[in-house]
T-cell receptor, first 114, second 115 residues
């Protein structure tokens, strides 16, 4: 079975600084990978996804992520953080099975200092 | 992106009562929908997979008699929390999938508080 680890529970960055949120997965084949963002009391919004092809994927709101098979990682990055980026971020992996199920990491809470 | 609505967005009920939460796909038909539960400051935990026209598939540890799921149409799945107790208080989120890449689209969630 697949699993996802987000090693950082909380991260605080200054507005305008760069950001990297870590995500490591465990799966025997090439997984389908996702990053979602959740604002307080809201559902999840898809930031970006990786299915195949170019390992650097661009998403909404200026985010990008890079799939590194050798490191089993799919880290999320943003060159310059805005105060509105403060939220909870979830990495998720899909095993490509017919059930379309996702396994979520524990989440990383991002706080942005002015 | 795909659109999912949930109703109600929040509900407060007394212990022992039942509460129904609706999840609607507003743009395309969804043969499969998912129900998640999220406690404060925690990740999403899959409760069950809802399949149109058939019984839901529950995850281990989820009481199917307590959390009744009905997926009677291609655009509507409902979750009924029966005989709710304070420990059932949580944020319930539904989602739907499309295609074969496990991509899911999430509703805005329903906050349930049981007094």
């Amino acid at each position: 079975a697949q699993s996802v680890t987000q090693p950082d529970i909380h991260i605080t960055v200054s507005e305008g600084a760069s950001l990297e949120l870590r995500c490591n997965y465990s799966y025997g084949a090439t997984p389908y990978l996702f990053w979602y963002v959740q604002s307080p009391g809201q559902g999840l919004q898809l930031l970006l996804k990786y299915f195949s092809g170019d390992t650097l994927v661009q998403g909404i709101k200026g985010f990008e992520a890079e799939f590194k098979r050798s490191q089993s990682s799919f880290n999320l990055r943003k060159p310059s953080v805005h105060w509105s980026d403060a939220a909870e971020y979830f990495c998720a992996v899909g095993a490509g099975n017919a059930g379309n199920m996702l396994t979520f990491g524990g989440g990383t809470r991002l706080m942005v200092k002015p | 992106g795909a659109v999912v609505s949930q109703h109600p967005s929040w509900v407060i009920c007394k212990s022992g009562t039942s509460v129904k939460i609706e999840c609607r796909s507003l743009d395309f038909q969804a043969t499969t929908m998912f129900w998640y539960r999220q406690f404060p400051k925690q990740s999403l935990m899959l409760m069950a997979t809802s399949n149109e026209g058939s019984k839901a598939t529950y995850e281990q540890g989820v009481e199917k008699d307590k959390f009744l799921i009905n997926h009677a149409s291609l655009t509507l799945s409902t979750l009924t929390v029966t005989s709710a107790h304070p420990e059932d208080s949580s944020f319930y989120i539904c989602s739907k999938s499309r295609g074969g890449h496990n991509e899911q689209f999430f509703g805005p969630g329903t906050r349930l508080t049981v007094l």
